[in-house]
């Protein structure tokens, strides 16, 4: 069986991001825009952090396999942790917000989550569309092989309700901490599919305790 694919090759460096850096305020427009909750319901972006911290996920879209198994592993961090950290877990795609439902039952992933279906919030944010190539070590969080995780997204693409990508599949995403209020106390923009951010590196940040993503279940979901 061949191996996961889970590097990324070298090659040019980065543009200037045009968003919100670490230590500056959310402008007070982003936080206005709104997002999506499952049920369809619009939420002003900054009142999911205003009056907490929060670890805010942005992922490509809802058929990456890359993002699917990323957020597996979200859904692994014990509640107790966020919970004795005083910080909530909030995963934002740019869906319709019909996939909301359907993901969270594909991934185990059970805490927030909301869309930004105009994408509107990635592009003030400064969040990449279209793919950069860069260096980068291995990803903890990534199972699948480019081959088997393809074929189980085109699988879902086509066996699901509403046969669409869920997402621009050219939208990258990127992890923030914020609040309470606009505070950004950190921001990543991923540079390809590849690029997230490590999750206990994140978790370190906030002061959740480490978390074992060692463990893989012995069935493959399609």
Known sequence: MAAPVTRQVSGRAAA????PERGQPLPAAVAELPVLDASGQRLPFGSLFRERRAVVVFVRHFLCYICKEYVEDLAKI?????????????VIGQSSYHHIEPFCKLTGYSYEIYVDPEREIYKRLG???G???AASGQSPHVKSNIL???IRSLWRAVTGPLFDFQGDPAQQGGTLILGPGNNIHFIHRDRNRLDHKPINSVLQLVGVQHVNFTSRPSVIHV
């Open 148 to 150: 088997s995780g393809s």
């Open 131 to 133: 793919e950069e190539i």
């Open 78 to 90: 014990p509640k107790s942790s966020l919970q004795e950290a005083d910080v909530t877990l909030i």
């Open 127 to 129: 969040m990449k569309r």
């Open 16 to 19: 200037a991001p045009s968003g």
